[in-house]
């Protein structure tokens, strides 16, 4: 029984110092956690701008190609790249140029683009994302793994970035608006 007790207790012990090893990990450059950094706006994006009291430049837009949002009034305005507050604030001093003395703007996005998944899954293509996606969620989405899967390891190729980095395919690897998921051939 006494044997049993200090087994568990080096399990918890394990447990413990594994977890610390993941925090620690998570904090240093090129950990093998994933965080996705703030969201920034991209082509394909949908964007409802609100220009309160100014129903003419209120309205749903969606991010061209060219990576700007082409609004009423102002014209074209840069969005690719910036965060939705960068965004808000980039129309408001459009807006100052001569059009509205104080204006106050409201940004939010309604659709985001698109992930990606190829591999070794049922159904790979192009699907809708949503808040709060994980690998995990993406393959479900794809119909499922195949039966040659390696569920232990994921390739991801953020949309903004050339390279793509592997990953532990925990329940928790987070999955952002763009990404390629790429799920591998397991080894015998």
Known sequence: MQRILSL????????????VAS????????????AIPDYRLGSGDKIRVITFGEEALT???????????????IGDVAAEGLTVPEFQTAVEES???????????????????????????????EYP?????????????????????????????RADSSLEREYPLTPLTPVAPGDTIRITERFF
């Not at 925090?23 to 994933?34: D, K, L, S």
């Open 59 to 73: 309205g749903e837009f969606v991010v061209g190609g060219s990576g700007n949002v082409s609004m009423p009034l």
């Open 8 to 19: 568990l207790g080096l399990v918890a012990a394990l447990i413990a110092t594994s977890a």
């Open 129 to 157: 994302y949503t808040n709060g996606l994980s690998v995990l969620n993406a393959v479900a989405t794809a119909g499922g793994f195949t039966y040659r899967a390696n569920s232990r390891r994921v390739y991801i190729k």
């Open 23 to 34: 925090a620690v990990q998570a904090q240093e450059p090129g950990a093998a956690i994933r």
């Open 95 to 125: 807006l100052k140029q001569g059009y509205l003395r104080e204006p106050r703007v409201s940004v939010e996005v309604l659709n985001y683009r698109p992930f990606y998944i190829m591999g070794e899954v049922q159904n790979p293509g």
